[in-house]
């Protein structure tokens, strides 16, 4: 905190005491999903920025690095040769990202040598011509930012050849290294840079997170992410439309998000016409008297329609038996929108009850969408930000917006997955968009919630 603010007196003036009972039912205990209240004695600072003087000390414990140009950085611009990687699925904003890198590097920098690897890690260790690099300027990327996908290609897999991937390097004589991807991608890179270390090597290698479910720790947004929901409420409107032009019309709705369901929660605030949201933070339970079904079917009683939002990411533990992986690493999910679908129309017809279920799978159709105004300037701004950090010689870095001010975050503790919170303030503003109960389960605290909110 500046001087100047620090002498701002940012007390609120109150009208008096309060004594009245809040008619909003929430939580006093940590721990059991539900959000909690707010008291008085909870602060934000307003700027997060510090000083720790001309010689920082080695114990970064609690700050992180700002991201930006430095004064005095490591490599001679005209020995640089970069290369840029986009790993994993496709994600909005991936060609926003490369476009921004090329032009700094070779606008501010002077730097004339770039390789574009082609999909992915595969393109350090195929010799096939499908995988020659592309030489990358100014004038090859121009345009790119205006389609979606990559223009680099992008592939799962690979990364575990460390060796062989550390060799082609070498061979290139690649001295700095963008690797665009999720925590797979970067738990790649960070084993790449450890290889890199036991060579002596000066090859510096750089992250820009990649992840459309939003959920790298310490990162509060990750590119292709606005899109995303942009995208998704489209989905979602289209489900309420056909919900609500039916006789007991259902929407059904699945969006991305593997082990977190922040594109859901965001989804449901923004298009304020889902009724029901379900990620894999929050337990439910689909049966019994305070179960999502009959929840369900209370709705459809009183208002003839509703439209259900859910993460792809639940139902995993029932419906997979056998964990297998896809080459990336990642667990193959079962098809939880399918699954679901199948329940809904099944206690239905159980009941006796008509109903008209409409199911939406936008998922591809929203990874592969150009990068929104928001997210193409916050990609600019990344792919900036990791080409200062590169020339400065910084590496086993991840770029990242934290408190809205960009840094540089170690990769060995950002390629943790972060999670919704549901005692967060996020989720309770999904509940109060959706009006569901804050836990549909049978336990005595669901009953405990439900009589509170007199069901």
Not at 219 to 236: H, M
Request: glycine share 10%.
């Amino acid at each position: 905190m500046n001087k100047k603010e620090a002498s701002v007196d940012f007390t609120i003036e109150t009208l008096g005491p309060c004594n009245v009972e809040s008619p909003i039912i929430m939580s006093k205990t940590e721990g059991d999903f539900i959000a909690n209240y707010v008291t008085d004695n909870e602060f934000i600072r307003p700027n997060v920025r510090v000083s720790l003087g001309k010689q920082p000390p080695e114990d970064r414990s609690g700050v992180l690095e700002r991201a930006g140009p430095r004064e005095k950085i490591y490599f001679m611009p005209n020995h640089v040769h970069a290369g840029i990687v986009s790993c994993g699925g496709l994600c909005p904003g991936l060609n926003d990202v490369i476009r921004a890198i090329v032009r700094c590097l070779s606008h501010r920098y002077g730097v004339t040598r770039i390789s574009g690897i082609r999909y992915g890690y595969q393109g350090f260790l195929e010799d096939d011509k499908k995988f020659t690099p592309i030489p990358l300027n100014p004038d090859v990327v121009d345009d790119i930012h205006k389609i979606g996908g990559t223009m680099l290609g992008s592939a799962r897999g690979g990364g575990k050849e460390v060796s062989r991937i550390v060799d082609a390097l070498e061979r290139m004589n690649i001295n700095i290294l963008f690797t665009i991807g999720g925590d797979g991608t970067q738990k790649g890179s960070l084993e790449i840079a450890e290889e890199i270390g036991r060579r002596g090597l000066r090859i510096a290698m750089i992250g820009i997170p990649k992840t459309v479910d939003n959920d790298f720790s310490y990162i509060q947004r990750s590119f292709g992410f606005d899109t995303a929901v942009a995208k998704a409420v489209e989905a979602v409107t289209a489900a309420h439309m056909e919900a609500h032009s039916q006789i007991n019309g259902i929407g059904l709705v699945k969006v991305m998000g593997r082990e977190s369901g922040f594109i859901a929660a965001h989804t449901a605030l923004a298009s304020h016409e889902v009724n029901f949201v379900l990620i894999p933070e929050v337990p439910f339970e689909m049966d019994g008297d305070r179960g999502f079904l009959r929840h369900l079917e209370k709705r459809i009683n009183k208002r003839g329609h509703a439209v259900i939002l859910i993460a792809e990411g639940i139902f995993q533990n029932q419906l997979v038996t056998e964990k297998t992986t896809d080459a990336g690493g990642n667990v193959k999910l079962a098809d939880a929108g399918t699954y679901m679908k199948d329940r809904i129309a099944e206690y239905f017809k159980d009941k006796g009850i008509e109903i008209n279920l409409k199911y939406i799978d936008p998922s591809y159709m929203i990874r592969s969408a150009p990068a929104s105004p928001n997210d193409s300037i916050y990609c600019e701004r990344l792919g900036n930000a990791a080409v200062h950090a590169a020339m400065a010689g910084k590496t086993k870095v991840l770029i990242g917006l934290v408190n809205n001010e960009f840094v540089h975050l170690p990769m060995r503790v950002a390629i943790i997955r972060n999670k919704v919170d549901p005692e967060s303030s996020l989720w309770r503003d999904t509940l109060d968009a959706t009006h569901q109960p804050p836990l549909m389960v049978n336990n005595q605290l669901g009953i405990l919630f439900g009589v509170q909110r007199g069901e």
